[in-house]
């Protein structure tokens, strides 16, 4: 069954009555990646990048400060950061990320002058040596409850230590379900695993692909998709 977006579905991923103050948000950017990690304060920002801009996100986070974590410089991960610097969302780089690899000059400029920040979310160095793009994209984990993979293949996957997966309840599906990402092996990793969510556009880009999610239906992690119910909020 299909369902129209621009819907907010809401989950309650830890079933309690307590309020909490965090969210996550992983926008409906069309083919892209924007996900937010939303704190009291902060926000916490994972890639920029899509084909269509989450105007809520300027409610939600414009008055906080704003650290923007950068997987890799795919231009689906990248392409809202001058949009987001000029509507006025004040950015920090959660680490400084090797411009050499970014070939678009005018957003290499405004990412090299944005300050340095520390972040809460820990990271997953990518294969550094390999020629490949995908296999540079940044893990990024949120509490350990939270896997946000970019466009990481299961080469990179599979190097990620069992003890990092064992508490993971969200996985951001690697490279919006291609068939090169969600190994079987990777998600045997994850016995505590809740929901998978994709970011992307089946109707014109064929993700997230059949094989995963088959492999996800033969682990029995239910699968969310961007393109059906709009940007997904998770309450953790």
Known sequence: MKFPPPLLFVILIFCSLEPKADILVFWDVGQGQWTTWIQKQECHHFDMGGELFPKPVFHRCR???NFLNISHFDWDHISFISDSLRKGLHLCLSSSPDLRKLKYRSL????????????????????????????????????DLIA?????????EEKISQKRLNNIRILGVGHHGSATSTSPLFLGRMPRLKLAVVSARKSKYGHPHVRTLATLKKFKIPVLRTEDWGSIVVEF
Do not use: M
């Open 108 to 143: 290499r400029k405004k990412i090299a002058i944005l300050k340095l920040c520390n972040s809460p979310s820990q990271k997953v160095q990518p294969e550094r040596s390999s020629p490949l793009k995908n296999n540079q994209s940044i893990v990024y984990f949120i509490k």
């Open 148 to 156: 946000l993979t970019g466009d990481a293949p299961k080469s990179v």
């Open 63 to 65: 008055f906080k400060k």
